[in-house]
């Protein structure tokens, strides 16, 4: 009996084994395309081994473009204009380009592989991203599933970044999870600490990063992040701002008030931040400190789901009824949202029915 | 079997078409047949995955399990020849066939789950081939599946400007069509039975 499922399972493994083989050899020969240079907006040219994808291809030497999904195909972040060399737009790339993004030679970076010599052409901010390595000095616990965290870069190492972009977290392995991940949290510190940034985590159920952040993450520990990325940032104009906010949306806004309150500011400012129960209200005494310190700011705290025995006093319900007051001039009026996809599309929506020229509206999606 | 290759090539066409009779290799058949372009591509790459697929089968089953008397564990290694071979054949397409491998692109890993070339495979088992006839039906199996799924790409681009009625666009439309193709397909069947 033993001698037959020992038989059975050598010879499964057997072939199983060969052809394994057989198809790493075949790996090796067919996948070679030797070196290949990338031209990078005509200015620099980098030379990589070629077979792998246009976007691995740039990370491996240190030019980041942004991915949440890791090079799937399924987030559409990594684009990139594909001048000469990536070949015809892959089945996999269509749903995520326009018309105008295809008469561009926009592609999906993940989706290119590099097999001949390619240039192409990314924002020059792009170089400014970098991977950081770093140590963890403070971890505050602001909710019963918000934390704030601060990674303070390697001694000598400063990040140039805007209120209001974002990094990417590198998650290590841990308990079942063999692979690291990474994902993106908007900076909540400002920047004008150039030696460490803040990052707002939300645990999510079931998420891989933020699982990690909260419960392996010790103060003392290293961490990596690459950035910073990101359009969504404080415009230097004067027109008056609304920010609205929810969750951990509250950080990218806390960047760019701590930022306001280095450089000074004389704009109206009023800031709506949702949330459901008092339970998951955080760092509120010092968005109420602002109102001293700014000459026309009003922090709103909205609690959608407040039970009568939280003895709440302030507003209820959604943000959006709220906005025709504190709007003064909508021709005049920026506004930077930070949270879900539902929201955002509420509060744009409602924004622009009170007159909030559109191209004013900023806001960062966590989708 | 007293059957001869040479009818056998044809019958798996025409008599007993591995899609039109046994309605098997359905998931590409349906997603890819949009254009003829990339049906002529995907019906090539699986005759040819066919024939190779086969004949690496028959092998398998004649020299290895066989002889090893593990015939049930044919499931498991026809499925790992398969997927190996198919994987194969993809580092090549991409590396000599440019062009056909953007028409495929992420299609060409549907061929390893496509149950047509499983099924060709056992039916080769069931019905005692030999190696010859073997190959045969399975070039035959190839040909006639891409008959079916040209044909239907084929109605299905002059289809486009036609009037199709909301719910049954697309799928529903063709599962029709294929069904109605099976129907004269059977008209064959009586001119060389090789069951």
């Known amino acids: 009996m033993l001698i037959t499922i020992l038989k059975d399972t050598g010879v499964i493994t057997g072939v199983s084994g060969i052809l394994a083989i057989l198809l790493v050899i075949a790996e090796r020969w067919l996948n070679n395309y030797g070196d290949c240079k990338i031209n990078v907006n005509n200015k620099r040219e980098l030379t990589v081994k070629g077979g792998s994808s246009l976007l691995n291809s740039l990370s491996e030497e240190q030019v980041f473009l942004p991915s949440a999904c890791g090079g799937r195909g399924s987030c559409g972040a990594c684009k990139c204009k594909v001048l000469d060399g990536g070949g015809p737009v892959l089945p996999t790339e269509k749903p995520f380009l326009n018309q105008a993004e295809l008469a561009d030679n926009v592609r999906l970076s993940c989706q290119v592989k590099v097999k001949s010599d390619v240039s192409i052409e990314i924002p020059e901010s792009i170089f400014n991203i970098r991977q950081f390595s770093s140590v963890i000095t403070e971890i505050i616990d602001y909710t019963y599933d918000i934390k704030g965290i601060t990674f303070q870069l390697e001694p000598g190492e400063t990040i140039d970044f805007q209120a209001g972009q974002y990094v990417q977290l590198i998650s290590e392995p841990y308990a079942k999870v063999k692979q690291g991940v990474t994902r993106a949290y908007s900076i909540s510190s400002k920047p004008d600490d150039v030696n460490a940034i803040q990052l707002i985590i939300r645990l999510v159920p079931e998420g891989i990063c933020s699982t990690w952040a909260h419960t392996q993450l010790k103060v003392g520990d290293k961490a990596r992040f690459t950035g910073p990325y990101g359009d969504f940032y404080l415009r230097d104009t004067d027109a008056d701002i609304l920010f609205v906010a929810g969750g951990s949306g509250k950080a990218p806004i806390k960047s760019m008030l701590e930022h306001l309150a280095v450089v000074g500011t004389k704009r109206k400012m009023t800031y709506f931040f949702g949330a459901r129960t008092p339970k998951d209200l955080y760092l509120t005494e010092e968005m109420e400190s602002f109102e001293k310190l700014f000459d026309d700011f009003a922090y709103e705290p909205v609690l959608s789901h407040a039970a009568p025995e939280d003895n709440w006093q302030g507003k209820t319900g959604f943000v959006m009824p709220f906005f025709k007051d504190a709007i003064r001039d909508p021709k005049n009026t920026e506004a930077y949202l930070c949270g879900s996809p539902g929201m955002i599309d509420a509060v744009t929506k409602s924004l622009t029915d009170l007159g909030v020229p559109k191209e004013k509206i900023y806001f960062d999606s966590f989708g | ?195």
């Open chain 2, 1 to 195: 079997m007293e059957i001869s290759a040479f009818l056998l090539f044809w019958a798996a066409i025409f008599t007993s078409n591995i899609l039109l009779t046994n309605f098997l290799g359905m998931c590409s058949y349906l997603s890819v047949s949009k254009e003829v372009e990339s049906s002529m591509g995907l019906g090539i790459a699986v005759s040819f995955v066919l024939v190779f697929t086969t004949a690496l089968n028959w092998l398998a089953y004649h020299y290895l399990l066989v002889p090893f008397h593990i015939e049930y564990l044919q499931y498991i290694v026809f499925i790992i020849v398969i997927a190996a071979f198919v994987q194969l054949l993809e580092l090549l397409i991409e590396r000599f066939a440019p062009a056909l491998y953007y028409s495929l692109g992420i299609f060409l890993p549907l061929i390893t789950v496509n149950c047509a070339i499983f099924g060709v495979s056992l039916f080769m088992v069931i019905r005692n081939y030999n190696f010859l006839q073997s190959i045969a039906y399975g070039f035959g199996s190839g040909l006639g599946w891409l008959l079916a799924i040209l044909m239907l790409a084929g109605l299905r681009g002059k289809l486009r400007e036609k009037m199709v009625p909301a719910g049954l666009r697309g799928t529903g439309i063709s599962l029709i069509i294929t069904g109605i193709m099976a129907l004269a397909f059977v008209g064959f069947s009586g001119i060389a039975p090789i069951q």
